[in-house]
């Protein structure tokens, strides 16, 4: 379009600059604070000395929580897809003139805080709630059973917040199969549900793989539902602890170790995934 | 039973959609709801009082609301002026470094937001920079611009490059085909960044814990008073944002679906 080679740089250059200043250095930085003396605190300075116990300690005390969170993030993932996965097939390709508006209503919920959502669950969950008596009538928990402050509320809870980040790009990768392939299928007799695997599933691939990676990397790391929904044992993420540690404890060497290695972990296993998914096509 | 049969995906999606639902049910509900006492988050007795004076009997909530509606509209300014002109860059020219750019983008939307906003606090607390307001507002316009590209590249891959092209050909410079051209069209998606932006800011509530210092946000407020007792109020604001936000997004749609019309015509 034009030959003065500068301009693209220069309308890219403040934004590139912001995240280079303020999402970048600090990574380093995180990096740096992970190596410190663990004896300093944040009155008395910390001494650099390359400590890499911080790393040993960090995950010798806080390996079962990673474990935890990696876990739960994995099952609301899998929940994740199966719930969203007919409702973005409903409005992708059922749903006609509906189209733009049902599309308004799956994002409308999460104009709605992300915490008061979460404390609206622990008002349905909460011990006196319609709906756990129901659930002890019913029999399907025991007399006096909870739901609040166990690991499965804190799943329920990841599953539901970032329902979106799954329905969304699934949405859009369904769209784009076009509904002629699905008759043609259907004309040489196969199966609605053999044709939906053959033809309809790996064309969505794309849309599979960024949506699993949209819910797994936040559930991982977020701390607001096992804080809300969980109890005390049995429900603490590895997101809990980061936080606790910088801003109770201040204990910023553990902290930034335990928050470079969930960096790290990620980092890792979203590379595995999504070369072995074969899809590169994210961004 | 013929129809279930072959309605079951458009039935399944409808139930999910419902299930997405039901806790800004609750919201709203609590948002009418006179408690017993301040523990107590469950549904007592109806009032009008929340909606009728949300300030009083909540006295730290509304000015944690002022501060997350100014923070919410700078960050939305800035990551808007400054995603727009990256997603242009990257949409219509070519460069050396475009990958580099594009990966750039990317690590934030794929970073779990206790990293970023450790991270930063890491920086803010070497550099000895005071956190409080302008932490939180550098922090918001950080993890806001990558959606903003995103959005505004979707709107631009959708546009016509000939239209552009033409208004150059008729010997309009780069700077008017911008402003008259591409800017008009591109407009929409401005938008739908904007409001995602707003969004995202004015509910964050992880990186901002993390730089935030003494400075109170609304969901700050809300997750302090978890551990207190949560005034009724605050569903208030949750009920209000969420209606406004539907009503930005509603009257969005009907005045893009008269345009499309009208051209049509």
Known sequence: ?283 | MNWIRKNIIMIVGMLVLFYMFIPVFVVIALSFNEPKSRLTYTFDKFTLDNWLHPCSGAEAMCPSVMVSLKIGLLSTIGATILGTLMAYALMRYRFRGKGVANLLLFLPMASPEVVMGSSLLTLFVSASFPLGFWTILIAHIMFCLSFVVVTVKARLAGMDPRLEQAAMDLYANEWQTFRRITLPLLAPGIASAALLSFSLSFDDFIVTNFNSGSTVTFPMFVWGSAQRGIPPQVNVIGAGVFLIALAIVVIGQIVGARKRKALAA
């Open chain 1, 1 to 283: 379009m034009t030959n003065k080679k500068w301009v693209p740089y220069l309308l890219l250059a403040p934004g590139a600059l912001w995240l280079a200043i303020f999402f970048l250095t600090p990574m380093f930085n995180l990096g740096a604070t992970s190596l410190y003396d663990p004896s300093g605190s944040l009155e008395t300075g910390y001494v650099m000395n390359g400590h890499v116990g911080n790393y040993v300690d960090a995950l010798s005390e806080y390996w079962p929580q990673f474990l935890r969170s990696f876990i739960f993030a994995a099952i609301a993932t899998v929940l994740a897809l199966v719930i969203a996965y007919p409702l973005a097939y409903a409005i992708a390709l059922k749903s006609g003139k509906w189209k733009n508006i049902l599309l308004v209503l799956v994002i409308a919920p999460f104009f709605t805080s992300f915490l008061l959502r979460t404390l609206a669950w622990t008002a349905i969950l909460g011990d006196n709630s319609s709906f756990v008596h129901f659930l002890q009538n019913i029999h399907i928990l025991p007399e006096g059973g909870r739901i609040l402050a166990t690991p499965f509320a804190v799943v329920m809870g990841l599953t539901y917040n970032f329902l979106p980040f799954m329905t969304l790009p699934l949405f859009t990768s369904l769209e784009k199969v076009d509904p002629r392939l699905i008759e043609a299928a259907g004309d040489l007799y196969s199966k609605p549900f053999t044709g939906f695997r053959r033809v309809v599933l790996p064309l969505s691939m794309p849309g599979v793989v960024a949506g699993t990676l949209l819910t797994f990397i936040p559930a991982s790391g977020d701390y607001i539902n096992a804080q809300l929904l969980g109890g005390i044992k049995n429900t603490t993420m590895i997101g809990n602890v980061i936080d606790r540690a910088f801003l109770e404890r201040g204990a910023y060497p553990t902290a930034a170790a335990l928050s470079f290695v969930l960096m790290a972990a990620i980092v890792i296993l979203v590379a595995t995934y999504v070369k072995r998914a074969g899809t590169e096509e994210l961004v």
